[in-house]
């Protein structure tokens, strides 16, 4: 077997005979800008690389005599010998094909990032994913933009499962997700507790799998005039690999340290007047799961790539896959919350991105994903059963008490098929249709219904819901070489539909029983259950509530918008847009909404940026007929809550008006210049938005004979205005003259405020609507600053990046505002005074090395927080997530260490 590895490892160490050699270069189209995600390859293997945000590109090939092949969608492919060289400077000729070269932010086929009018961060998350070890989209993309925020949730219920993510400190829904430009579904989740972005529903990144992305582009401003409902903080392209880059993958393997440091336990005590708890997840020591462990979380990722050609004019396929497995963690906490900590998950993935050319100048392409997610999370504990013990639990069933646990599956598909055709005089239409559906399911394990005593099974299908979209769209575009320096002319039109569903789940779920253990529908014949102790235990599965027949939901709405786009380059300097977008919806009306852009080049490595906008987000589905009864504790007691849906009677009765669409205004300023290897953006933003759509506080329901003693709701409840700058700084050292050894340093920073201007709670008491626990929630969405700085190291063989991360101080209120709810600003006072909680400023080390043995296999192996950092507020026992802290900055998972195999054949 050792001479077997010993062949093994020869056989991947083994070197070219031939002299290889480096080449550098920039991509430019025929106006001499450059070009993003130019594929080239080394002709005759498999070798290649794509340009990055400035064109440019290194690439080691065997031999000074290689021939370089460039290939670019809506461009005729050139072969090029390198003869030697170790610069090229290459324009591309637009051809006949005729696919998507467009950057989000603008639909001109020849707008470049760097030359937008708008900032756009582009983002090349298979690197990053290789380097650092992070495994999902949402994680990548927390450290590599600066001003997108998602940090894992715990004792959530829902976001649990997905995490909730945001950009410039908005919500999950205000951020507007493409794939190769076309817009993608929402997940049917719509966050509710304990989470950061409650009341909103986001879209999933994570199902979409990492080894087929191509790169990710952000766009920092608002968009709705162009893409329509949601793009208020701005829009996120997800571009997937269209290359013909053969086999390529890895294997990856992490895990997180359980050490939260040596005096953390005794901190805790020390704020507890003398109460000496019992702690659980302390040093790996006192677990749930009853192990000793110095490692946990463990996560294994595998993923492959495979591209290839179709035919010999253009056209191509992509797959991609990925498996990943993932460990729960845990966490300090008390003994009311002895599974804290991010939930396990087992994951599958697959994506396709293709195209064929039908004719000269016609096009067919397709793309889909499809994500398959199992999870597993703890939910709060349920205490010992006892005459003055949790009524939850039943006896004969868990005579200790118990952690029930909320698992998922999660299903998110979504498909894209278009014809793309170049009609006469140079017109290009786009033609397409798309479908996505996501459908998230909850199975309650470890748990009982207590109403049914010793029968009580131990799980149950809670039921779930679903969120289906179509669009079909149609666009036009030309541009016009010949009007001043370039004239781009796009409209099109876009009709969607939206159908969200909530299925119920099995009667134990969500049934309160009687005492001879038929569930109760006429209260008033039907005497409750009674335990051994004279005590009415509350039904349902503890855990999570399962949906009832009562909650069924099948909504269906559509919507007609039509656009106009307009880009002008005025002259060598001077680049000015427009836009313009009428909307209409069958459940609320209609919208009209306006951009107006400009560039101005003060000089070849210097220009000035602004914008103005208006946008709009219509109210979701989900938040329009979303409807639960669950258990809430409210003033210390145990409560029966309404979440009453906005077209209920119930909300009629509290005043609640129909659910309309936000509305946003946008203004953004900036700036970019370069000077050699160096490159800067700053841009600052101001985003005003009105009729914000929120999760209400609860209110006493107890005179309604709903079924429940309080009630709350989705409302258009908040105005807010959002200000910040965004600071973007890039630096390049090649350090001789074979372009062979490079070092890379970057800083990208984000300060951020939200605050909210007005509470729209009309004649409803203002602390109960929306009180100061549920305000810093929504302001503290983000932190006021977060800053990246990494530097990087390439060579031949080696390559090394260090990033330091670091957050702002985080100020919230904690859980006693909701166990003693302030009603009026006396008691706010009050309150303020003991329940606000402040996370000091922190930051994050990440360390990562890599070692190519030949330019087929590659090792990466480091550490990500590698200083074992946590949030760190003054711990009093009262945190919402009910462990030692809340997931804000960098979460609550610790140190995490890593390694990665990957190879390209």
Same mark, same amino acid.
């Given at each position: 077997?050792?001479?077997?590895?010993?062949?093994?490892?020869?056989?991947?160490?083994?070197?070219?005979?031939?002299?290889?050699?480096?080449?550098?270069?920039?991509?430019?189209?025929?106006? $001499?800008?450059?070009?993003?995600?130019? !594929?080239?390859?080394?002709?005759?293997?498999?070798?290649?690389?794509?340009?990055?945000?400035?064109?440019?590109?290194?690439?080691?090939?065997?031999?000074?005599?290689? %021939?370089?092949?460039?290939?670019?969608?809506?461009?005729?492919?050139?072969?090029?010998?390198?003869?030697?060289?170790?610069?090229?400077?290459?324009?591309? &000729?637009?051809?006949?094909?005729?696919?998507?070269?467009?950057?989000?932010?603008?639909?001109?086929?020849?707008?470049?990032?760097?030359?937008?009018?708008?900032?756009?961060?582009?983002?090349? *998350?298979?690197?990053?994913?290789?380097?650092?070890?992070?495994?999902?989209?949402?994680?990548?993309?927390?450290?590599?933009?600066?001003?997108?925020?998602?940090?894992?949730?715990?004792?959530?219920?829902?976001?649990?499962?997905?995490?909730?993510?945001?950009?410039?400190?908005?919500?999950?829904?205000?951020?507007? *997700?493409?794939?190769?430009?076309?817009?993608?579904?929402?997940?049917?989740?719509?966050?509710?507790?304990?989470?950061?972005?409650?009341?909103?529903?986001?879209?999933?990144?994570?199902?979409?799998? @990492?080894?087929?992305?191509?790169?990710?582009?952000?766009?920092?401003?608002?968009?709705?005039?162009?893409?329509?409902?949601?793009?208020?903080?701005?829009?996120?392209?997800?571009?997937?690999?269209?290359?013909?880059?053969? #086999?390529?993958?890895?294997?990856?393997?992490?895990?997180?340290?359980?050490?939260?440091? +040596?005096?953390?336990?005794?901190? %805790?005590?020390?704020?507890?007047?003398?109460?000496?708890?019992? #702690?659980?997840?302390?040093?790996?020591?006192?677990?749930?799961?009853?192990?000793?462990?110095?490692?946990?979380?463990?996560?294994?990722?595998?993923?492959?790539?495979?591209?290839?050609?179709?035919?010999?004019?253009?056209?191509?396929?992509?797959?991609?896959?990925?498996?990943?497995?993932?460990?729960?963690?845990?966490?300090?906490?008390?003994?009311?919350?002895?599974?804290?900590?991010?939930?396990?998950?087992? =994951?599958?993935?697959?994506?396709?991105?293709?195209?064929?050319?039908?004719?000269?100048?016609?096009?067919?392409?397709?793309?889909?994903?499809?994500?398959?997610?199992?999870?597993?999370?703890?939910?709060?504990?349920?205490?010992?059963?006892?005459?003055?013990?949790?009524?939850?639990?039943?006896?004969?069933?868990?005579?200790?008490?118990?952690?029930?646990? %909320?698992?998922?599956?999660?299903?998110?598909?979504?498909?894209?098929?278009?014809?793309?055709?170049?009609?006469?005089?140079?017109?290009?239409?786009?033609?397409?249709?798309?479908?996505?559906?996501? !459908?998230?399911?909850?199975?309650?394990?470890?748990? !009982?219904?207590?109403?049914?005593?010793?029968?009580?099974?131990?799980?149950?299908?809670?039921?779930?819901?679903?969120?289906?979209?179509?669009?079909?769209?149609?666009?036009?575009?030309?541009?016009?070489?010949?009007?001043?320096?370039?004239?781009?002319?796009?409209?099109?039109?876009?009709?969607?539909?939206?159908?969200?569903?909530?299925?119920?789940?099995?009667?134990?779920?969500? /049934?309160?029983?009687?005492?001879?253990?038929?569930? &109760?529908?006429?209260?008033?014949? =039907?005497?409750?259950?009674?335990?051994?102790?004279?005590?009415?235990?509350?039904?349902?599965? =503890?855990?999570?509530?399962?949906?009832?027949?009562?909650?069924?939901?099948?909504?269906?709405?559509?919507?007609?918008?039509?656009?106009?786009?307009?880009?002008?380059? /005025?002259?060598?300097?001077?680049?000015?847009?427009?836009?313009?977008?009428?909307?209409?919806?069958?459940?609320?009306?209609?919208?009209?909404?306006?951009?107006?852009?400009?560039?101005?080049?003060?000089?070849?490595?210097?220009?000035?940026?602004?914008?103005?906008?208006?946008?709009?987000?219509?109210?979701?589905?989900?938040? @329009?007929?979303?409807?639960?009864?669950?258990?809430?504790?409210? +003033?210390?007691?145990?409560?029966?809550?309404?979440?009453?849906?906005?077209?209920?009677?119930?909300?009629?009765?509290?005043?609640?008006?129909?659910?309309?669409?936000?509305?946003?205004?946008?203004?953004?300023?900036?700036?970019?210049?370069?000077?050699?290897?160096?490159?800067?953006?700053?841009?600052?933003?101001?985003? $005003? *938005?009105?009729?914000?759509?929120?999760?209400?506080?609860?209110?006493?329901?107890?005179?309604?004979?709903?079924?429940?003693?309080?009630?709350?709701?989705?409302?258009?409840?908040?105005?807010?205005?959002?200000?910040?700058?965004?600071?973007?700084?890039?630096?390049?050292?090649?350090?001789?003259?074979?372009? +062979?050894?490079?070092?890379?340093?970057?800083?990208?920073?984000?300060?951020?405020?939200?605050? @909210?201007?007005?509470?729209?709670?009309?004649?409803?008491?203002?602390?109960?609507?929306?009180?100061?626990?549920?305000?810093?929630?929504?302001?503290?969405?983000?932190?006021?600053?977060?800053?990246?700085?990494?530097?990087?190291?390439?060579?031949?063989?080696?390559?090394?990046?260090?990033?330091?991360?670091?957050?702002?101080?985080?100020?919230?209120?904690?859980?006693?505002? &909701?166990?003693?709810?302030?009603?009026? =600003?006396?008691?706010?006072?009050?309150?303020?005074?003991?329940?606000?909680? &402040?996370?000091?400023?922190?930051?994050?080390?990440?360390?990562?090395?890599?070692?190519?043995? $030949?330019?087929? %296999?590659? #090792?990466?192996?480091?550490?990500?927080?590698?200083?074992?950092?946590?949030?760190?507020?003054?711990?009093?026992?009262?945190?919402?997530?009910g462990g030692f802290n809340d997931s804000v900055q960098m979460g609550s998972d610790g140190a995490y260490f890593f390694a990665r195999l990957s190879f390209n054949l």
């Open positions: 077997m050792k001479n077997l590895l010993l062949i093994a490892i020869s056989i991947i160490t083994i070197e070219s005979v031939n002299a290889q050699h480096l080449v550098k270069g920039q991509v430019f189209d025929s106006r $001499n800008e450059a070009l993003v995600g130019v !594929n080239i390859s080394e002709k005759g293997t498999l070798n290649g690389t794509a340009t990055d945000l400035d064109g440019t590109f290194t690439l080691e090939v065997a031999t000074s005599s290689a %021939i370089l092949v460039f290939s670019y969608t809506g461009f005729t492919t050139q072969e090029i010998a390198v003869e030697g060289k170790s610069s090229l400077s290459v324009t591309m &000729i637009e051809g006949i094909t005729i696919g998507v070269v467009q950057v989000v932010g603008s639909r001109s086929y020849g707008r470049t990032a760097t030359n937008s009018a708008a900032p756009i961060d582009v983002i090349d *998350v298979s690197e990053i994913a290789s380097a650092t070890g992070r495994g999902e989209i949402n994680q990548i993309m927390q450290y590599a933009a600066p001003s997108f925020n998602a940090t894992k949730q715990s004792g959530s219920d829902g976001a649990d499962h997905i995490d909730p993510a945001s950009l410039r400190g908005l919500g999950p829904d205000q951020t507007l *997700v493409l794939v190769n430009g076309k817009r993608r579904h929402h997940s049917s989740l719509v966050n509710v507790f304990g989470t950061r972005g409650r009341g909103n529903s986001g879209t999933d990144l994570n199902a979409i799998p @990492i080894s087929a992305i191509k790169r990710i582009e952000v766009l920092r401003d608002g968009a709705s005039a162009q893409y329509g409902s949601d793009a208020i903080a701005g829009v996120i392209n997800v571009v997937l690999k269209d290359g013909n880059d053969g #086999l390529s993958g890895g294997i990856s393997y992490g895990t997180y340290s359980t050490k939260v440091g +040596a005096d953390y336990a005794r901190q %805790i005590f020390d704020t507890q007047d003398g109460w000496e708890p019992e #702690l659980f997840n302390i040093e790996g020591k006192n677990r749930l799961d009853g192990k000793e462990k110095s490692f946990d979380g463990n996560t294994t990722r595998l993923d492959l790539n495979y591209g290839f050609n179709l035919g010999t004019n253009g056209g191509y396929i992509n797959f991609g896959t990925e498996y990943l497995a993932r460990d729960r963690t845990l966490r300090p906490g008390f003994d009311y919350r002895k599974g804290y900590g991010s939930a396990a998950a087992d =994951q599958y993935q697959f994506a396709l991105n293709a195209a064929m050319p039908l004719a000269e100048k016609t096009e067919f392409y397709l793309f889909g994903t499809k994500g398959d997610r199992d999870t597993d999370a703890n939910a709060f504990t349920r205490g010992a059963p006892g005459a003055d013990g949790d009524d939850r639990s039943v006896t004969s069933l868990y005579p200790d008490g118990f952690t029930p646990r %909320i698992t998922s599956k999660i299903n998110d598909d979504a498909v894209t098929a278009g014809i793309r055709h170049e009609l006469d005089h140079g017109w290009k239409s786009d033609f397409s249709h798309s479908y996505g559906k996501n !459908n998230f399911h909850y199975f309650i394990k470890g748990t !009982n219904n207590a109403s049914l005593g010793s029968a009580s099974p131990t799980s149950f299908d809670a039921g779930g819901h679903s969120l289906a979209m179509n669009v079909t769209s149609v666009g036009l575009s030309n541009y016009f070489e010949t009007i001043a320096k370039g004239l781009n002319i796009a409209f099109g039109t876009e009709y969607r539909s939206e159908n969200f569903k909530i299925f119920a789940g099995e009667e134990g779920s969500y /049934a309160n029983y009687d005492e001879n253990g038929i569930a &109760i529908t006429n209260p008033a014949v =039907q005497q409750p259950f009674v335990n051994e102790f004279g005590q009415q235990p509350t039904g349902g599965s =503890q855990g999570f509530p399962g949906y009832s027949t009562a909650n069924v939901v099948d909504q269906f709405r559509s919507n007609f918008g039509i656009y106009g786009d307009v880009e002008l380059n /005025a002259s060598d300097q001077l680049l000015v847009g427009g836009a313009l977008r009428y909307e209409n919806y069958s459940d609320f009306g209609s919208t009209f909404n306006y951009k107006l852009s400009s560039r101005y080049s003060i000089s070849e490595n210097f220009a000035l940026r602004a914008s103005i906008s208006s946008g709009f987000r219509a109210p979701s589905l989900a938040q @329009i007929h979303y409807n639960l009864i669950f258990n809430n504790i409210v +003033a210390g007691e145990s409560l029966s809550t309404l979440l009453a849906s906005n077209t209920s009677t119930v909300a009629k009765a509290f005043g609640i008006q129909s659910l309309k669409e936000e509305k946003a205004q946008n203004f953004a300023v900036g700036f970019t210049m370069k000077s050699g290897g160096f490159s800067a953006t700053v841009d600052g933003y101001l985003i $005003n *938005v009105d009729d914000r759509i929120i999760l209400t506080d609860v209110f006493d329901a107890t005179e309604l004979n709903v079924g429940a003693e309080a009630a709350q709701f989705f409302a258009n409840g908040v105005d807010t205005r959002t200000s910040g700058v965004d600071i973007v700084l890039n630096y390049k050292l090649y350090l001789d003259d074979s372009y +062979a050894h490079a070092i890379n340093f970057g800083v990208a920073g984000n300060f951020n405020r939200t605050k @909210i201007e007005n509470i729209n709670s009309g004649s409803l008491n203002e602390f109960t609507f929306f009180g100061p626990f549920s305000q810093a929630y929504l302001e503290a969405a983000a932190p006021d600053y977060k800053f990246a700085l990494n530097l990087g190291f390439v060579s031949h063989k080696w390559d090394a990046s260090l990033y330091w991360t670091q957050f702002s101080d985080v100020k919230i209120q904690d859980f006693q505002w &909701i166990d003693s709810p302030a009603t009026n =600003q006396a008691e706010a006072d009050a309150l303020y005074a003991v329940a606000t909680d &402040i996370y000091k400023a922190a930051g994050t080390l990440d360390l990562s090395l890599g070692y190519k043995f $030949n330019s087929t %296999i590659k #090792l990466s192996f480091g550490a990500n927080n590698i200083l074992n950092r946590y949030p760190t507020p003054q711990f009093d026992g009262w945190t919402d997530q």
